[in-house]
């Protein structure tokens, strides 16, 4: 398969690269700055520099012609303030949509978070992220041009992954690790199945094949 993942440099996106890139896959990423490029080669993934805060629907889908499936994995990232968790969480998972219909992909994984709600209450900052990854869910989930899987990870760690997960509609609260949470996007790819389904994800006793296999075409 060919697959373009936005927020190609952020640290899920290149476990992500590497898993499919060991496999075969032709995998692109798409990236903000020219100076991520060489890490993204290492992980055997082609850059792509494209702006999603301030890049054309025209531009996107130009990058993504020709995939087979798009892995939406783009965040603002800590530290940034609430105006950027539109921009990047919400309205860039939303160009890069309207970018796969416009590009005839069908196939449109989108990297959310656990708790995710557009009516989510509070000021604070993750408030905000998790209205803003609510609302990029909920805008994704209404296209019915789109295959789509909305996978919600759990609290994320760097530890090393363990391959064993609890993967369901609902899991209730846990940590996982990014490994895990890339092996699980990689095994949904081959899994058209679990288009559909929005799923929360966190460390289990699953293997990953068995758990995607469980949840597919439910």
């Known amino acids: 398969m060919r697959i373009v993942i936005a927020g190609g440099h952020g640290q899920i996106a290149l476990r992500l690269e590497?898993?499919?890139?060991a496999r075969g896959d032709e995998v692109a990423g798409i990236i903000r700055t020219p100076e991520q490029a060489d890490d993204l080669r290492k992980a055997g993934a082609e850059p792509v520099v494209l702006d999603l805060e301030s890049a054309t629907v025209d531009?996107?889908?130009q990058a993504l012609r020709g995939a087979d499936a798009?892995?939406?994995?783009?965040?603002?990232?800590p530290g940034s303030d609430a105006a950027r968790?539109?921009?990047?969480?919400r309205a860039a998972a939303v160009l890069f949509a309207d970018a796969a219909e416009q590009a005839g992909v069908r196939r449109y994984l989108i990297v959310s978070s656990m708790g995710a709600d557009p009516t989510h209450p509070g000021n604070e900052v993750f408030d905000a992220y998790l209205r803003a990854k609510g609302a990029a869910d909920e805008a994704v989930?209404?296209?019915?041009?789109?295959?789509w899987t909305v996978l919600r990870p759990g609290a994320l760690t760097n530890d090393a992954g363990k391959g064993l997960v609890s993967l369901a509609a609902?899991?209730?609260h846990g940590a996982i690790p990014r490994d895990d949470v890339a092996a699980v996007l990689a095994e949904l790819l081959d899994t058209p199945a679990t288009a559909g389904l929005t799923l929360e994800l966190i460390s289990g006793s699953a293997p990953v094949a068995v758990a995607v296999k469980g949840v597919a075409g439910n």
Request: proline share 0%; no cysteine; net charge positive.
């Open 85 to 89: 968790k539109e921009t990047v969480d």
């Open 141 to 147: 989930r209404a296209r019915a041009s789109l295959d």
């Open 18 to 21: 590497r898993l499919l890139a």
């Open 70 to 77: 798009v892995v939406f994995a783009a965040g603002a990232g």
């Open 170 to 172: 609902s899991t209730g």
């Open 59 to 61: 531009a996107v889908a």
